[in-house]
């Protein structure tokens, strides 16, 4: 199984520049989450799905966007990218059911500069 | 509110001391999870244990251990003879019960370093 899968890996964006992060996953999970991680601050929730159709915003959803147009995928926007979006992001699922859940599965994380 | 304290920042231990990391959590929810996951130096972030809070029974996983008491909110882990291989950043988190929004809430971090 290839679990949670982001792309890219890495990347370096000019100030104002846009670009998606792609994130999917193969393991029929009902909830997915966008987090940034920054020195000191541990994982931040961004934005995150309950499933297909449904997104709600995180503690920290400003300058990004999401949809939920499918179960497996879950892509990030970022829009007029700043400097303060320099940040490890992380895509995770999990499966959350009145009689069963689990832990969170995470991306390998995309490193993101922005200049 | 939910919220999950790691008091410790960062921690250095010498090779085959014991270590323990500290977690604390604040939830009202009758039932809810804990979990704690390594992030090592390549920064994938691993998952290592999952408790339910109705399950104080606590844990080993081989030099792992985990210390679940609910009358003082606390999760702790501790590393039996520390391995340079353990040192990594680990991060506990609370888990809601489904169909109450967002489901996982995340400390900080601790910093472990093993010094050889």
């Known amino acids: 199984n290839a679990g949670v899968t982001q792309t890219p890996k890495f990347r370096i964006l000019k100030i104002g520049q846009s670009m998606t992060l792609q994130c999917t996953q193969d393991?029929?999970?009902?909830?997915m989450y966008w987090y940034r991680q920054d020195p000191g601050m541990g994982l931040r929730l961004i934005h995150y799905?309950?499933?297909?159709?449904?997104?709600d915003k995180g503690e920290v959803p400003n300058g990004y966007n999401v949809s939920r147009s499918t179960t497996e995928d879950f892509p990030l926007r970022l829009e007029l990218a700043a400097p303060s979006q320099t940040s490890v992001y992380f895509c995770?699922?999990?499966?959350?059911?009145?009689?069963?859940?689990?832990?969170?599965?995470f991306g390998q994380g995309t490193r993101l500069t922005v200049v | 509110a939910q919220k999950v304290t790691q008091a410790q920042t960062e921690i250095s231990v010498v090779e085959k001391e014991d270590v323990t990391l500290d977690c604390v959590y604040e939830?009202?929810?009758?039932?809810?999870?804990l979990f704690w996951y390594k992030q090592p130096p390549s920064g994938e972030l691993v998952f290592l244990i999952r408790?339910?809070?109705?399950?104080?029974q606590n844990e080993i996983s081989g030099r792992y251990s985990w210390n679940f008491q609910k009358s003082t909110s606390s999760f702790n882990f501790t590393i039996t003879a520390s391995q340079v291989v353990d040192s990594a950043v680990y991060f506990c988190a609370l888990g809601r019960r489904p169909n109450t929004g967002n489901q996982f809430y995340f400390g900080t971090g601790t910093s472990l370093t093993v010094i050889p």
């Open positions: 393991m029929n999970h009902n909830y």
């Open positions: 995770a699922s999990s499966y959350n059911r009145d009689r069963g859940d689990t832990e969170a599965f």
């Open positions: 408790r339910n809070s109705f399950d104080e």
């Open positions: 939830t009202r929810d009758t039932t809810y999870y």
């Open positions: 799905s309950v499933g297909a159709g449904i997104t």
